[in-house]
């Protein structure tokens, strides 16, 4: 794998993939491409370099439609990344909906990403976020039916938790959204590299997920939202690229969807390189990559289990999190480190799956398409080390 992943040249184990995937060379090399080849901003300018960078960059907006199952690429805008996409949800959507006794569904296991944005606009708008709990360490279900109702705007959930690996059933939200009248939201950004997800077989209202959790470059975001839906965006962001003209100094006359909500300058370097990721999937196609992740997540699961002395917060999955009774997560961090072992610690960008747990964080293990059984066991042995040291 080091011959796709440069990377791994540095001679580190790396099992943090739910944070960042590690990128390929082809993906690496197609951003640089870009500059070299291209290099001019996408939209301006009438040169012939200026139209073919511009028709590039579209023709990745309709392929990458395809890839999470829209046929209108007018239905995919290019964002910063997945927070974006929910802040434009929520600022130019949601808001624009609020009644008196309007109400947010979320749930106890999201990732700050998908948390706050919600929360801040409850307290703004003085409405209630009501928040799915769990179920040991699963979302209850049974709570579905009784949080969504007629009252609820917008339903936003993960689509797979950053911390336990659990795959969510979106099929009772969305039964449950379509019968009440909410709207769903589903965070993808863990999910997209794991499952292939159909936004039209789902039904799925919007979808966010950003590039570099799928192999693919940082400061690039998606946001899908059936087009009626994205027509009923206020723009929250203003300035160059969205506007067709204006007349009477004042009066703005905005493009048509998606444009209207990619303000000013995008990062085509980024889009371009998005390019290279979509024809990596087809080499290494999602469904191949996952079934490799689960044996080896199975593996991983089972060594665990056969230490004594471990919490273990998953059940299946490549995302697998985990305590060592009396040993402070930063403090294995520490340790992992110095055995050149990268391992997630900490509440992992979701603190309130801790509220239940006397825990002040986990130590996370994701799985990459790039790990492998030895470096399961080298995993394996250190934690027997640490346990050793410290206890």
Not at 23 to 39: L, W
Not at 53 to 77: C, K, Q, W, Y
Not at 274 to 303: C, G, M, P
Request: proline share 3%; glycine share 6%.
């Amino acid at each position: 794998m080091t011959d796709i992943f440069p990377l791994l040249n540095n001679e580190f184990i790396y099992f943090d993939a739910a944070a960042t995937n590690l990128k390929p060379n082809s993906v690496i090399e197609a951003q640089s491409r870009y500059y070299t080849d291209y290099g001019l901003n996408i939209g301006r300018g009438s040169s012939l370099l200026n139209y073919k960078s511009s028709d590039i960059i579209e023709n990745i907006r309709v392929r990458t439609a395809e890839f999470i199952g829209s046929t209108n690429p007018n239905e995919l805008v290019f964002t910063s990344n997945a927070t974006d996409s929910i802040n434009i949800v929520a600022q130019g959507y949601v808001k624009n909906r609020v009644k008196k006794n309007s109400n947010i569904v979320i749930t106890m296991l999201e990732h700050h990403s998908n948390y706050v944005p919600w929360i801040n606009l409850a307290k703004e708008m003085d409405i209630e976020c009501r928040i799915i709990p769990l179920d040991g360490y699963s979302l209850d279900y049974s709570y579905i039916d009784k949080y969504i109702d007629e009252n609820t705007i917008i339903t936003s959930v993960t689509g797979m938790s950053n911390i336990t690996g659990e795959v969510t059933d979106l099929t009772p939200f969305i039964t449950r959204c379509r019968e009440k009248g909410s709207k769903i939201l589903v965070d993808a950004a863990q999910l997209i590299g794991h499952k292939r997800v159909n936004v039209t077989d789902l039904d799925i209202d919007f979808l966010v997920f950003s590039a570099h959790k799928l192999f693919g470059p940082f400061g690039l975001g998606f946001l899908y939202g059936k087009f009626k839906n994205l027509e009923e965006i206020t723009p929250t962001r203003f300035g160059g690229n969205m506007v067709s003209y204006i007349n009477n100094l004042t009066h703005i006359h905005y493009r048509e969807i998606p444009r209207r909500l990619e303000s000013g300058t995008q990062n085509p370097g980024a889009i371009f390189a998005f390019d290279a990721v979509l024809d990596f999937l087809e080499i290494y196609k999602i469904e191949d990559n996952e079934k490799k992740l689960i044996q080896l997540s199975s593996y991983l699961l089972d060594r665990l289990k056969s230490i004594p002395g471990l919490i273990i917060y998953s059940e299946i999955g490549s995302i697998i999190s985990f305590n060592i009774i009396g040993v402070h997560p930063h403090d294995a961090s520490d340790f992992f480190d110095n055995k050149n072992i990268v391992v997630r610690t900490g509440n992992l960008c979701a603190s309130p799956f801790f509220t239940n747990l006397e825990q002040s964080g986990v130590v996370r293990v994701s799985l990459g398409i790039y790990n492998n059984k030895n470096e399961i066991d080298r995993l394996i042995d250190t934690i027997i080390e640490i346990k050793e040291f410290f206890l």
